[in-house]
């Protein structure tokens, strides 16, 4: 078992920035591939951005978000990262931490076995 939970979001301008942090408990950090998910109002949960297993050497993110967002992983503080730079008002959801044991990367939400409870991150225009 691994508990997963969020932090970081709250309400930001347009063009700004926000990082969220996911911490993590239970079993040994390491060995998880972690995911950041979002699901705005009335839609689906879509991948945002996915880190290997590890250090952390491979990473995917989703085209919508790549050149703004950056995953990111401390294992030595049990944590991943989500950096987000210049943000849209269409990045407007609640940012969802998941966690998988396995290496490589996973894109799908099916893939992943534990989730965080998320936390909204909000862009006005």
């Known amino acids: 078992q691994v508990q997963l939970v969020e932090s970081g979001g709250g309400l930001v301008q347009a063009g700004g920035s926000v990082r969220l942090s996911c911490a993590a408990s239970?079993?040994?950090?390491?060995?998880?591939?972690m995911g950041w998910f979002r699901q705005a109002p009335g839609k689906e949960r879509d991948f945002v951005a996915a880190i290997s297993w590890g250090g952390g050497s491979a990473t995917s993110h989703a085209d919508s978000v790549k050149g703004r967002f950056t995953i990111s992983r401390d294992n030595a503080r049990n944590t991943v990262y989500l950096q987000m730079n210049s943000l849209k008002p269409e990045d407007t959801a609640v940012y969802y931490c998941?966690?998988?044991?396995?290496?490589?990367?996973?894109?799908?939400?099916?893939?992943?076995?534990?989730w965080g409870q998320g936390t909204q991150v909000t862009v006005s225009s």
């Open positions: 239970g079993r040994r950090f390491s060995m998880f591939s």
């Open positions: 998941a966690a998988v044991a396995r290496s490589g990367l996973s894109t799908s939400r099916a893939e992943y076995d534990y």
